[in-house]
């Protein structure tokens, strides 16, 4: 079955260090997205990519950066990790032009000590 | 600004009644509404879609309403079940901001048993 992952479900990690959350979806979907869940904020958007090579900003884009080389991958890097970064990320995919229909993985739960 | 809004951040229903989730957006461009599930610790869920073009559309045990006059929609689930204890999203899109979704801070549903 077709499917979306996310990895590490869990991450500590310290204030000013590099670190990639990965994402691997096996629908073959052109659209992927990445999210920060946060109490009183709900899902906001950090970057989302709707075919390879291609790559946008979200509203929360600041301090994290991602790359498309194939269908099936969007690392999420947070380059100096901040305790603002504290969050549960999710990431989605969609099929193209089927934006609003979005398959979410199990989230990264991120602490940033 | 953009925004969509929820009337009532929790609700609680007893098991069988029918639960009605609202949504209010301030958008008037968006042509395309969703609702999403997230279960606890999990990704959100797909439930259901309306177009701006339609007024209602039904699912199984899931009903979505479109009030364009008022910039609202709800979500009617029909004999609610415990396993429907989730907090449900609205999200909106429209063409001029890339199709990317808006989404709403979140209604908690409790079902009592």
């Known amino acids: 079955d077709a499917e979306i992952t996310q990895s590490p479900r869990h991450k500590i990690t310290e204030t000013g260090r590099q670190v990639t959350l990965a994402c691997h979806q096996t629908?073959?979907?052109?659209?992927m997205f990445w999210y920060r869940q946060d109490l009183g904020h709900g899902l906001r958007l950090i970057h989302y990519?709707?075919?390879?090579?291609?790559?946008n900003k979200g509203e929360v884009s600041d301090g994290y950066s991602v790359s498309r080389s194939n269908t099936e991958d969007l690392p999420l890097t947070l380059e100096s990790a901040a305790s603002s970064q504290t969050s549960v990320y999710f990431c989605?995919?969609?099929?193209?032009?089927?934006?609003?229909?979005?398959?979410f993985g199990p989230g990264t739960r991120l602490l940033v000590l | 600004g953009e925004s969509v809004g929820l009337h009532l951040p929790t609700l609680s229903v007893q098991e069988g009644d029918n639960s009605i989730i609202n949504c209010a957006y301030s958008?008037?461009?968006?042509?395309?509404f969703i609702w999403y599930k997230q279960e606890s610790g999990k990704g959100p869920q797909f439930i259901i879609d309306?177009?701006?073009n339609m007024d209602k559309r039904q699912g199984q045990r899931v009903t979505v309403l479109l009030n364009k006059t008022v910039k609202h929609l709800s979500l009617q689930i029909a004999a609610t079940q415990p396993g429907d204890s989730a907090v449900y999203f609205c999200a909106e899109t429209y063409a001029g901001n890339n199709r990317k979704l808006i989404w709403g801070l979140g209604t908690s549903l409790a079902v009592n048993p």
């Open positions: 958008n008037s461009a968006s042509d395309y």
């Open positions: 629908w073959n979907h052109n659209n």
């Open positions: 989605a995919s969609s099929a193209a032009g089927r934006v609003e229909t979005q398959y």
């Open positions: 990519s709707y075919g390879v090579h291609d790559t």
């Open positions: 309306i177009r701006s």
